[in-house]
């Protein structure tokens, strides 16, 4: 029973390019949740997003981020023309929406800016 | 605003007792999470408290006060393995157990 499977685990882009960050959740979760971590800093949510529609994203970006769960394939978190200040773990979890409490979290991909 | 508050780091011997204390005041509340995190890991989920009281499971044990905003997280019979950050969250709605608000973690370290 795989656990959520994120990927890459380690990404380098360089100020100005496109990150894509992929997020597979666990076998019958239909819940995402996308988080980001900065050094010496906690987890900050960004976006909540079920199959196909998102449902809470005041925690993204206004600007350059988006996210997607489409109906088939991985949740997506994509970052347009990357900075350095963009530079940080980002963590994918995943949850059934119903009887438990907890939620999955994956081993997270490390976004580093150059 | 929302607020959660852990102490930064803490240190124990192995085989003895922790108590990683965590405060919150937020706009809502609908349970609170502690999980551990190793570094370079990912979170794993400790702990579920949504009424007062005690949960117990094995060496862990988490308390939860609603009315001070208070939760405790305890290990016992610490070893070396339990070094790692250990983060309080609060959810504020129900059916959205993913949608959390972290503290910054506790960062345990276990000595010999």
């Known amino acids: 029973n795989a656990g959520v499977m994120q990927n890459p685990r380690h990404l380098v882009r360089r100020r100005g390019q496109e990150a894509r960050l992929r997020c597979s959740p666990m076998?019958?979760?239909?819940?995402v949740y996308w988080y980001r971590q900065l050094p010496e800093e906690g987890l900050k949510f960004m976006v909540y997003?079920?199959?196909?529609?998102?449902?809470?994203e005041s925690g993204m970006p206004k600007e350059r981020f988006s996210a997607e769960f489409p109906k088939e394939g991985p949740s997506i978190l994509r970052i347009q023309q990357v900075v350095r200040g963009d530079s940080a773990a980002y963590f994918c979890?995943?949850?059934?929406?119903?009887?438990?409490?907890?939620?999955?979290f994956g081993q997270g991909t490390r976004l580093t800016v150059v | 605003g929302q607020n959660i508050d852990q102490p930064t780091e803490m240190t124990a011997t192995e085989g003895a007792i922790v108590q990683i204390n965590c405060t919150y005041q937020t706009s809502g509340f609908n349970g609170l999470f502690w999980y551990q995190q190793h570094a370079g890991e990912a979170p794993t989920f400790l702990s579920y408290n949504v009424l007062d009281g005690l949960e117990e499971k094995g060496r862990f044990s988490s308390f939860l006060s609603r009315s001070k905003g208070y939760s405790y997280l305890l290990l016992k019979e610490l070893q070396m393995k339990d070094s790692a950050s250990y983060l309080c969250?609060?959810?504020?709605?129900?059916?959205?157990?993913?949608?959390?608000?972290f503290g910054k973690g506790t960062k345990l370290s276990v000595k010999p």
């Open positions: 997003l079920q199959k196909e529609n998102i449902i809470d």
């Open positions: 076998k019958g979760h239909s819940h």
């Open positions: 979890a995943s949850s059934d929406g119903r009887g438990a409490p907890e939620a999955f």
């Open positions: 969250a609060v959810t504020l709605r129900r059916g959205s157990q993913g949608n959390l608000i």
